[in-house]
Nanobody, 124 residues
Framework: QVQLVESGGGLVQAGGSLRLSCVAS????????MSWFREAPGKEREFVAA????????YYADSVKGRFTISEDNAKNSLYLQMSSVKPEDTGVYYC?????????????????WGQGTQVTVSS
């Protein structure tokens, strides 16, 4: 079983930056897709970014491309999301998720493991 714990959320002004972290534990991660999703009030959980574990190309939702960067530190079993030039519409609970295999998926039901989420609030 894989456990995921996010941290780093908070309140940030529009145009600012924030870095989210996710630490994975429970079993050795090998051949997984690691992703960030977010969920705004009254909206469905949506894909933000993904990266294969241990290495591979990154993928982004169009809404965050050029502003957010996903990365990983395999030695620390950690996943990161660097958020820059944030906008009020980036507000939501951000979740770290893991999916076994190497096939990218952008829909939440296809992911096997989830963290508890971390709140990000962007003020205008």
């Amino acid at each position: 079983q894989v456990q995921l714990v996010e941290s780093g959320g908070g309140l940030v002004q529009a145009g600012g930056s924030l870095r989210l972290s996710c630490v994975a534990s429970g079993r050795t991660l090998s051949n997984y897709i690691m992703s960030w999703f977010r969920e705004a009030p009254g909206k469905e959980r949506e894909f933000v970014a993904a990266i294969p574990w241990p290495v591979g190309n990154t993928y982004y939702a169009d809404s965050v491309k050029g502003r957010f960067t996903i990365s990983e530190d395999n030695a620390k079993n950690s996943l990161y999301l660097q958020m820059s030039s944030v906008k009020p519409e980036d507000t939501g609970v951000y979740y770290c998720a893991a999916r076994s295999g190497r096939i990218l998926a952008v829909t939440a039901p296809l992911y096997d493991h989830w963290g508890q989420g971390t709140q990000v609030t962007v003020s205008s």
